[in-house]
């Protein structure tokens, strides 16, 4: 079988090296800490594993959810961007996803015709341009520099791409940089984007995660006229990643033409996993707060303990991710393979985020403080 050409100019996993030697590390009884991808170690919470459990005694909760999404999660989640962010929404203007990496890549359809261009950060969270080459769009990669806080300058889309441009992706919190966005920079991008005729969508799945004390942006917030869409996922803050339930909220043209795709290719999320995800909804702000202060002194352990390690690294509140530089003499890759090989550390070499992220690495605050902090202060001073 010879499969299309758009599928060929997907990798399939770049760091195979890395994985062989984590393989053979294992084999040989070493002990490693995995700080590469973005799942979280905390428990879920007993209350949303309960609401799963009553979800299964619910009459027809094995049959084909509404695609949708069951109407008491969309008010959940109207419910929660008003008290959030004080966003009104109506149903229309909420359709729950498999996980919000299935609305990332059935919006590039519902918006661009083959050959359209969308434009995506880099570096960046590789689906934004998987999903373009698997749907024939152009992928135009702005740069996100660390001169700029990580935030894309619109002078560097070229005059002759841009009225070929149908979709413009952001994403804060921002993944790997941890870098956020302010309302300022919100105002020009959905400015710009009303003004070119392109589709403009902030990925929040970080929304909640950033410093204890600062209050979270929602792009909607600035988007008055709700022109935009912005998704959300039950992932990260409710440490759900396996419940692939997400959620995308805005214009309800966008909406709708998102889940004209998605009825079309498959169908809503498991009940009882929209029960569980409506459970999750109604914890109070304390569950939220203390997930920040978690990941608060994750961050600012690792932080020291890189400091004195003399690994230079982008100080941010956003995410639980810190975007590191390698060390001079080192590639992304030759650094990762030593953080495995002399310290069983994996981290994610940063060319996994584009070839912007050459020069980086980003390390996933999924583990312990104290964890994270015995793995690198056996690092040498680079
Ligand atoms: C920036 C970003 N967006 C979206 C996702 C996907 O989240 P979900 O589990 O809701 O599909 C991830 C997961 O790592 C992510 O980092």
Same mark, same amino acid.
């Not at 992706?169 to 070119?196: D, H, Q, W």
């Given at each position: ?29 070493? &002990?490693?800490?995995?700080? /590469? +991808? ?24 094995? =049959? ?5 999404? +069951? ?35 059935? +919006? ?33 990669? #702005? ?43 919100? =105002? ?47 992932? &990260? ?16 043209? #966008?909406?709708?033409?998102?889940? =004209?795709? &998605? /009825? @079309? ?19 109070? !702000?304390?569950?939220?707060?203390? #997930?920040?202060? #978690?990941?608060?002194? !994750? !961050? ?77 202060? @056996?690092?040498?001073?680079?």
């Amino acid at each position: 079988m010879k499969p299309n050409n758009r599928l060929k100019t997907i990798s399939e996993y770049h760091f195979q090296k890395l994985d062989i030697i984590k393989k053979n590390m294992l084999n040989d009884g070493k &002990k490693i800490i995995d700080l /590469s +991808i973005g799942d979280p170690d905390l428990p879920v919470e007993n209350s949303i594993i309960n609401a799963l459990i009553e979800g299964l005694k619910i009459k027809d909760f094995n =049959k084909y959810p509404p695609y949708e999404g +069951i109407q008491q999660l969309k008010k959940g989640i109207i419910k929660y961007y008003e008290q959030v962010f004080s966003v009104k929404l109506e149903f229309e203007e909420v359709l729950i996803l498999i996980g919000s990496k299935e609305g990332i890549n059935n +919006i590039v359809p519902a918006v661009c015709d083959i050959g359209d261009y969308a434009i995506i950060p880099k570096p960046a969270y590789p689906v934004y341009e998987t999903s373009c080459h698997l749907w024939g769009v152009n992928a135009f990669e #702005i740069p996100l520099l660390e001169k700029n806080l990580y935030l894309p300058e619109v002078k560097f889309i070229p005059k002759d791409i841009l009225p070929k441009s149908k979709l413009f992706v952001l994403n804060y919190p921002n993944n790997p940089t941890g870098a956020v966005a302010n309302s300022e920079f919100y =105002k020009e991008i959905i400015e710009f984007c009303i003004k070119n005729d392109i589709v403009l969508y902030n990925d929040g799945a970080y929304n909640e995660i950033i410093k204890e004390g600062e209050a979270p942006l929602s792009l909607l917030q600035i988007d008055k006229k709700k022109q935009c869409i912005e998704f959300g996922t039950f992932s &990260k803050i409710y440490n759900m990643t396996g419940f692939r339930i997400g959620y995308a909220v805005g214009n309800s043209q #966008i909406i709708k033409a998102l889940l =004209k795709v &998605k /009825s @079309n290719v498959d169908s809503g999320q498991f009940i009882p996993i929209q029960y569980a995800a409506i459970q999750a909804l109604k914890l109070t !702000r304390n569950y939220v707060d203390n #997930i920040r202060k #978690i990941f608060d002194e !994750r !961050r600012q352990n690792a932080e020291q303990v890189l400091t004195e390690h003399n690994i230079d690294f982008f100080k941010s509140v956003g995410t639980f991710y810190i975007w590191c530089k390698t060390p001079a003499g080192y590639t992304t890759e030759t650094f990762c393979e030593e953080l495995l090989n002399n310290y069983g550390i994996i981290v994610t070499p940063g060319i996994a985020f584009g070839d912007l992220g050459k020069d980086y690495f980003r390390i996933a605050l999924t583990k312990d403080k104290q964890e994270i902090v015995q793995a690198f202060s @056996n690092l040498k001073v680079y």
